[in-house]
């Protein structure tokens, strides 16, 4: 089993949207949780970071986490087709080197 | 743009090679961490380095080696190369401290993508 399990996808919305991405874990000493966006054959770029359980929100992004189910959630407002990406989660349970450990990315498609 | 750079941004190599892969950190990060990631998975940590020494170490084997210079760029070398080395890899810039790398500050670079035949 994975420590991280995450839906690869593909998932296809229209264009205004609310998208829905998750991920679980296994590794109850995980406490700081990211969600990374992928654009082909480019590095990944960090959107949203949080430390330990709650919600976070910026702009049309809210990353929600939930460490008592070992969830977390990353949603998206108003999809636009520039959105479309492969959207990654990755943890870290802060040891010395804070290795990030990443969900195997969610492909997201957004209709015009 | 992150002002993480990569060198190359394509390689091709046979099983039994040995390639460098370089890494130039964004200014004032003073630690770089190396991941492989596969075709349609996420990025796996390979190892770390932090005021040039090593910090943290994947699940890879010794024929995958690093080094990190005084201006804190990075080298990551692959020794023996398998089929299964293909994959794009990364490395992310950050500014650590003796207690971390800094998670949320890690930065990314566009990768390099390495072909094994």
């Known amino acids: 089993q994975k420590e991280v399990e995450q839906d690869p996808g593909p998932l296809s919305v229209p264009e205004g949207a609310i998208v829905s991405l998750n991920c679980t874990y296994s590794n109850s000493a995980f406490q700081y949780f990211m969600w990374y966006r992928q654009y082909s054959r480019k590095g990944p770029e960090l959107l949203m970071y949080?430390?330990?359980?709650g919600n976070k929100e910026d702009g049309r992004f809210t990353a929600q986490v939930d460490k008592s189910s070992k969830y977390i959630s990353l949603f998206i407002r108003d999809s636009q087709p520039s959105d479309s990406a492969t959207y990654l989660c990755a943890m870290s349970a802060g040891d010395s080197s804070y290795k990030l450990i990443f969900g195997s990315g969610t492909r997201l498609l957004v209709r015009p | 743009e992150t002002g993480v750079t990569q060198s190359p941004t394509h390689l091709i190599k046979t099983r039994g090679q040995q390639v460098t892969l370089r890494c130039s950190s964004q200014?004032?990060?003073?630690?770089v961490s190396w991941y492989q990631q596969a075709l349609g998975q996420g990025p796996q940590f390979i190892f770390q380095y932090y005021r040039e020494e090593e910090n943290g170490r994947g699940n890879f084997p010794p024929r995958f080696s690093g080094l990190q210079f005084p201006n804190y760029s990075s080298e990551l070398n692959v020794n023996a190369l398998e089929l299964d080395d293909s994959a794009l890899y990364l490395c992310a810039s950050s500014t650590g401290t003796s207690g971390g790398a800094g998670v949320k500050t890690q930065y990314f670079g566009p990768g390099t993508r390495l072909l094994v035949l």
């Open positions: 200014s004032g990060h003073n630690t």
């Open positions: 949080t430390y330990s359980s």
